[in-house]
C-alpha cells in the first residue's frame, strides 16, 4: 500500500480526551474515530489489527472443533424473557420497539439465541457435543465508556458456546477451550493471565478471565511472579486425553492468580516478593453454567437412558476489538505503538526520504515490487512531505521494520534497517534487509 493512497489521519498532538496511552495512540495512529460515546469507527489502520487480531482468535477456535456461524445483532425481547434475564439485565440492555410495536435488543450477549439454535434442531445426545461460536458486535450501554475501545458501547466479540451430555463432557471442552485460549493470547504476543473469577450476569460457578497486566487495567488483580515466565503454549497436550488435559490445566492454575473479588488478603496462600498486586485488562472470560439457560429454555436432548435431559452449557468470550488496546497498552513507547508481529497492520514500512529525487523513487519503487511480490505487507511512504514528519509518522503507527532509503545510502548500494521495538538500525544492501526480514 502507498501511503500517499491510504488513508491515515495522523495526529500531532496528543488528544485531551484520551486519559491512557492505547487510547491516545489509537487516535494519533489514525486507527480509531469516535461517532458518539462509546461508539467508534474503525479506520482503516485500525481495521486491518482488528481483522488480523479476529483471524488468530478464529484459527485457534477452529483447531479445537468448534463450528463458526453468525448470528444477528438484533433479538426478539421473549427469548429473554424466556430465560429471565430480560429484566435482571438492567439499564446495559439496549432495548429498541420495531414498527410493530414488538420489543426488542441490541445483544449483549448470545446464550438464548444460541440455546434456541440449539433446541429447535438437536434432538439426541449422539449429537453432542455441540461447539459453536461466532464473531460479532455487541452492544452494552456501559454507564461509563471510557479508554476508547477498551470499553465501549459496541464493542466486537467472540463468542462461543458448548452443548455436552454431562458435567463431565462440559469439563472437558471447558478444558479446550482454556488451552485455546492459551495459545490465542500466546500466538497475539501477550501474557494473559487466567484467574478465578466472578460470574456476574452470565452466571455458572466455574469461570476464569484472562487477564493482562497493565497500570491502566480496570481490575485489580494478584498473582505470583511465576506467571510472568511461564509458557502458556501448551506444547504436546492431546486435546483428546481427556485426563491428560485435566491434568495440564490444573498444574497451569497452580500457581496463584486471582481478581480483586476473589483474593482474600488475610488467606493469601503467597505475599512478600513472590506476590505481584498489580492492575489488568480482562480480555477474555469463560464460563461454565450447567443447565442455567437449557433448564428454563427447554434445550433438552434424548439421553442414553431414553430420558429428556437438558444440556449441559459454557460460554466463552473474548473481547476482539480491546485486545486492539490491550495489545497497544502492553507494547508502546515515547514514541508510539509497537506492534507484535502477528498482528502488526503491515510488516515493513517503507521510507522514501526523498520523494521526487529520480534515484530515491527508483529504488523505492524497486524494493516495494520485490517486497510485494516476496508476500511482504508494505507500507510505502511516498508522500511528498518532509523526512522528520515520516519518521515520526512510521514510529507512531509501529511497524515491526523500516526501510529508509535515501540518496547518501544509495552511493554506497546500501539502505537503513530499523526493528522498530529494539530501535537497533543497521546500514545493509536491500537484499540483505530483506533477508533479516524474512528470517
Ligand atoms: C462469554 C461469551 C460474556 O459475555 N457470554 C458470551 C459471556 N462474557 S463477558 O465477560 O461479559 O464478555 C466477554 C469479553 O468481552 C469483552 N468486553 C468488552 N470489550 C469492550 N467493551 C466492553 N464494554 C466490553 N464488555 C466485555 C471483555 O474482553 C470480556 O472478557
Not at 485435566?246 to 503467597?270: F, G, M
Request: proline share 4%.
Amino acid at each position: 500500500m502507498r501511503l500517499s493512497q491510504f488513508f491515515l489521519p495522523t495526529l500531532k498532538e496528543t488528544p485531551s480526551e484520551a486519559q491512557i496511552a492505547s487510547h491516545r495512540l489509537m487516535l494519533r495512529a489514525g486507527m480509531v474515530r469516535q461517532l458518539t460515546a462509546g461508539i467508534y469507527s474503525w479506520l482503516p489502520l485500525g481495521h486491518r489489527v482488528l481483522k488480523k487480531i479476529e483471524q488468530i482468535v478464529r484459527e485457534e477456535q477452529d483447531k479445537i472443533g468448534f463450528n463458526e456461524l453468525l448470528m444477528p445483532t438484533i433479538q426478539p425481547a421473549e427469548l429473554w424473557q424466556e430465560s429471565g434475564r430480560y429484566d435482571d439485565y438492567g439499564l446495559e440492555m439496549l432495548r429498541i420497539t420495531d414498527r410493530h410495536d414488538r420489543k426488542m435488543l441490541f445483544g449483549p450477549t448470545n446464550e438464548e439465541a444460541i440455546t434456541d439454535i440449539f433446541r429447535n434442531d438437536v434432538r439426541s445426545y449422539k449429537q453432542l457435543p455441540q461447539m459453536l461460536y461466532h464473531i460479532q458486535w455487541k452492544f452494552r450501554d456501559e454507564i461509563r465508556p471510557r479508554f476508547g475501545v477498551m470499553r465501549g458501547r459496541e464493542f466486537l466479540m467472540k463468542d462461543a458456546y458448548s452443548f455436552d451430555i454431562d458435567y463431565e463432557s462440559a469439563r472437558h471442552t471447558y478444558n479446550k477451550i482454556f488451552l485455546a485460549y492459551c495459545r490465542t493470547f500466546t500466538r497475539l504476543g501477550v501474557k494473559a493471565i487466567p484467574m478465578v473469577a466472578d460470574t456476574g450476569p452470565i452466571g455458572g460457578d466455574l469461570s476464569h478471565e484472562f487477564i493482562i497486566l497493565a497500570d491502566t487495567g480496570e481490575s485489580e488483580v494478584f498473582c505470583d511472579k511465576k506467571w510472568l515466565d511461564k509458557d502458556l503454549t501448551g506444547q504436546g497436550v492431546d486435546l483428546n486425553d481427556r485426563p491428560g488435559l485435566e491434568n495440564w490445566v490444573q498444574t497451569t492454575l497452580s500457581d496463584y492468580a486471582a481478581t480483586e473479588e476473589k483474593h482474600d488478603k488475610a488467606n493469601s496462600p503467597i505475599s512478600g516478593d513472590d506476590l505481584i498486586e498489580t492492575r489488568g485488562i480482562e480480555v477474555g472470560h469463560i464460563f461454565h453454567f450447567g443447565t442455567k439457560y437449557s433448564e428454563p429454555m427447554g434445550a433438552t436432548v434424548l439421553g442414553p437412558d431414553g430420558k429428556d435431559t437438558p444440556v449441559q452449557m459454557g460460554s466463552y468470550g473474548i473481547g476482539v476489538s480491546r485486545l486492539v488496546g490491550a495489545l497497544i497498552e502492553a507494547s508502546h513507547d515515547e514514541n508510539g505503538i509497537i506492534w507484535p508481529e502477528s498482528v502488526a497492520p503491515y510488516k515493513v514500512g517503507l521510507i522514501n526520504l526523498r520523494t521526487g529525487d529520480d534515484a530515491c523513487d527508483a529504488a523505492c519503487e524497486d524494493a516495494y515490487a520485490k517486497m510485494t511480490n516476496a508476500g511482504i505487507e508494505v507500507l510505502y511512504d511516498d508522500r511528498d512531505i518532509r523526512a522528520g514528519g515520516k519518521f515520526a509518522d512510521m514510529d507512531l503507527i509501529g511497524l515491526p521494520w523500516q526501510i529508509v532509503i535515501g540518496p547518501k545510502g544509495l552511493k554506497n548500494g546500501v539502505v537503513e534497517l530499523k526493528n522498530r521495538r529494539s530501535g537497533e538500525k543497521t546500514e545493509v544492501t536491500f537484499e540483505a534487509a530483506l533477508n533479516q526480514i524474512s528470517a
